[in-house]
């Protein structure tokens, strides 16, 4: 299957899953690249401290992107505005989770990538434009960038 990296997040959104001991948390993203890194396929997302799945982000080395057909947008966006803290929100959709190989994934996904983290960082303010932090930083703290080498491309 082939996705336009341009596009991919931004227009189609995608779910970004960690774990944390025996449990899991997702949470629908719009931001994220593609690319090449220390000549490594990578993957890098953007989660704010202040998300419910920033603490799963920390808590495991590994982590997973998993990319939607349109019939499934709703759901997205239910994930994307409710806290897994708050409720099971995976039940309140479609989708059905399942266990891989040092991550998670799910059997509607049309592509999942499995991603091991090899570098993080928080976004500087000083380094944002004034109208960015504006519209993303005024109550909360920047978000922090996870890039992950690429393991698998499950299909």
């Known amino acids: 299957m082939i996705i336009d990296p341009l596009k991919v997040f931004l227009k189609d959104w995608a779910l970004l899953t960690a774990r944390k001991d025996d449990k899991f948390n997702t949470m629908t993203i719009g931001w ?29 080395d590994y982590f997973t992107v998993s990319f939607f057909d349109e019939a499934y947008r709703k759901d997205l966006s239910y994930l994307g505005s409710h806290s897994g803290k708050d409720e099971d ?32 960082a928080d976004l500087c303010l000083d380094n944002i434009p004034k109208e960015m932090i504006q519209r993303y930083y005024q109550n909360e703290a920047p978000h922090r960038l996870y890039t992950g ?7």
């Open 32 to 60: 994220g690249e593609l690319g090449t890194l220390w000549n490594k396929d990578v993957i890098t997302v953007y989660v704010k401290p202040c998300r419910y799945t920033y603490e799963f982000m920390e808590a495991d």
């Open 89 to 120: 929100k995976l039940a309140r959709t479609k989708l059905n989770a399942y266990a891989i190989e040092n991550g998670i994934a799910y059997k509607e996904a049309k592509l999942t990538i499995l991603a091991k983290k090899i570098y993080h």
């Open 149 to 155: 080498e690429i393991i698998r491309i499950y299909e």
